[in-house]
């Protein structure tokens, strides 16, 4: 080792420096016996790094890593073991926000010795002023600079060695990156180290002090199971094995993802894309800060090209190209995603393009928000006109934001199906009177709408009109969606005999409204329909047939459909305790299922399931999921399903009506519900399937009614109901 006396005209005192350290260097020496231990897979690593440590003279190291491979772990692991070893540790890291303020990197790295500065040499001495701010006159040039910042390194590692950490070198502003390549290269014969930190293509910023580069591979199997057990001992094995496939050996990856998602996250996410989708991954903060860092230094078009390639659910190239060229305002749209690949956060290769980790696309995809992650679905559903069920789901996706009312999203995304159809029609099979049939597919729009709003005419009447225009087409797609219009609003109108009939037209392959993929979506109400008219059996069969492939893959709208129809069919067969168990079950794992674009369904889960306890005489329980599906249902018009859920609160004793003091026997909440829907001209057979009791049950309630209303027929229960005068009890 080298040391320079008092005279030396750059440092004329290192007390004061060394002093200036020495509570970093008790912190280091006790992170050093722990970091080194839970660095898992990284032993040729941390060798390397005491190799250099052991050197006599100075040395340079440059680590290489992805996002989350664990550069800032291995920095500090090398701080410890550098302390333990009695050197002094300076550090510094780059920041985004300051890599356009000059010398802000080596303001941080030699901040622990400005004490030291007042016995430096009046010229280093105004130098480093300068640079830090604290004189006059612009920052100074970086030789100067670079001169006085080696003479402050070479003083303090006197008594003992120093070793520099540079972390995140490609944030750091020019300058530091300057007087850092000058001090690499005149290192060797002093004791100074210099470990630094760098992800790829970004290397060549160190390129003139022909450092050693130390690549940060993935973790190996083993070795990332090893660690995932370590910090996570309480996931069970489906769980680790999802951390696992997902992470692809990035350590942060393996560490992060179990605290972002919940116990039946992993299989949501699993399912929850068609085929050859890209699974977006719910990330933690830290996760989406660290993969989503590249966009930070890209221009905008850049970043709308990364989000983009994100929300593709393929990698053909001249897909996403295509749809970028629409998303990006302006001429050249395409070319804004050379920036991204330079940036090293998309390769191409074979015409398909790749993500530089598959946590990449998930962090990209979740910074943007809504509006742009809907701008890049529109642009995808735009350039794929020939493929239908997949742009159906961009149209899904761009259509429909989870502050947005569902109300409007399923009879756009019906109305859009109804036209791709229509398009692909033509087409195929030459040219066809594209405007009636274009104001076909609104008209299945807007008979959703008056459908899910409870306005049955209207809904038949716009039905009619838009079957009559599509019909000699013998467009599939739209008569499928028209026979949807028709069992939905059945639905929610109580009529299920009904909407079994309507909606078992769309799995008849023999019927114009069979729709392969199309038909799929109304799974969910052709069960909900089928137990409320004892044919659960044959809506078992008919979903039988549509279960996920090996590979998982099925439309959105599919799999919200299998996710609603699960606790109903479950509910058909509880008559057991064990049933009610395995019920209630099917019931929480619907629940905790992402429906966050799908309220419509949500809400008729809650209410199905609200419906169920009550029925179980778990009245309590019953009252908040009733009351959530309530108030989701006024609030985005479905007017059906809302006063669904105001009588079932009601048969609860939750709102009841409070009468005159000359009332006559009281009814049950049940009783009342059944005398309402009786007024009403249901029929018993009608009013059991509603409420999930037998017509012979309703006609003994009936019985009992009566003489209690004093009244001797159904005819009378308007008025009696209508005046009022009787009270409602427990």
Known sequence: MTSRTPADPVVA?????????????????????????????????????????????????????EPGA????????????????????????????????????????LYPLAGAFESLAPRPREVLRAAFG????????????????????????????????????????????GVLRFVARRIASVPVALLAAIRPGFEDV???????????????????????????????????????????????????LPLSTGPGAAADCATSGTAGAAVHIPLTARLEHSFA????????????????????????????????????????????????????????????????????RSAIYSAAGPELRRRAHAALAEVLDLEPRRQAWHLAAAAVAPDEAG??????????????????AGRLRGPLDREPLEEAAAMIGQALTAGLRGDGPLAEKLARQAEAMVLPARVGAALCGIQFVRGVTAIGAGRYDEAFGQLSRMFDRADPAYQAVQSTWA????????????????????????????????????????VYAAPLLAADEDRAEAGAEATEREFRRALEANLVRWPFYRARLLLEYGSWLRRRRRIAEARAPLRHAHQVCEAHGLLPWAERARQELRATGEGRETLRAGAR??????????????????????????????????????????????????????????????????
């Open 13 to 65: 005192n290192t007390a004061v420096a060394n002093t200036a350290v020495a509570d970093t260097a008790v912190a280091d020496t006790a992170v050093a016996n722990t970091a080194v231990d839970w660095l898992v897979g990284r032993d040729d690593e941390l060798a390397a790094i005491a190799g250099m440590l052991r050197g006599t003279g100075g040395g340079g190291l440059l680590v290489v890593g």
């Open 70 to 109: 664990g550069k800032s772990a291995l920095l500090r692991a090398a701080a410890g073991l550098a302390a333990r070893d009695g050197r002094t540790v300076l550090r510094a890291a780059g920041v985004p926000a300051e890599a356009g303020v000059p010398y802000a990197g080596l303001h941080q790295l």
């Open 134 to 177: 604290h004189a006059e006159g612009p920052a100074p040039d970086m030789f100067p600079a670079a001169v006085a910042t080696l003479g402050v390194l070479a003083g303090a590692a006197a008594d003992g060695g120093l070793l520099v950490v540079a972390d995140d070198l490609h944030w750091m502003d020019d300058a530091t990156l």
């Open 206 to 256: 160190l390129i003139e002090a022909d450092m050693p580069i130390v690549m940060l591979r993935p973790l190996r199997p083993g070795e990332a199971e090893r660690l995932v057990l370590e910090r996570h001992p309480e996931l069970d094995a489906r769980r680790r094995g999802w951390v696992l496939e997902h992470a692809a050996g990035n350590p942060l990856a393996l560490a992060e």
């Open 293 to 360: 860092a590249r966009l930070r230094g890209l221009s905008a078009p850049a970043r709308i090209a990364a989000v983009v390639a994100a929300a593709a659910d393929g990698d053909d190239f001249a897909e996403i190209a295509a749809a970028i060229t629409l998303a990006v305002p302006g001429p050249g749209g395409a070319s804004s995603l050379r920036p991204v690949l330079d940036a090293g956060i998309l390769a191409v290769s074979q015409a398909r393009v790749r993500f530089e980790h598959p946590l990449m």
């Open 407 to 424: 109300l409007t999203a399923l009879p756009r995304l019906l109305a859009q199906q109804a036209r791709n159809a229509i398009a692909l």
């Open 523 to 562: 799974l969910g109400d052709l069960a909900e329909a089928a137990v409320r008219t004892g044919r659960g059996n044959e809506a078992r069969e008919i979903l039988a047939a549509f279960r996920p492939a090996a590979d998982g893959s099925m439309t959105p709208w599919t799999r919200v459909a299998l």
């Open 665 to 730: 026997a009281p009814l049950s909440p049940q009783e009342l519900q059944i005398a309402r829907l009786a007024a009403e001209g249901l029929s018993n057979r009608e009013i059991g399937q509603r409420l999930y009791l037998s017509h012979r049950t309703i006609g003994s309630h009936l019985y009992r009614i009566f003489p209690k209303l004093g009244i001797s027929s159904r005819a009378q229960l308007g008025s009696a109901l209508a005046d009022g005068s009787f009270s409602s009890g427990g």
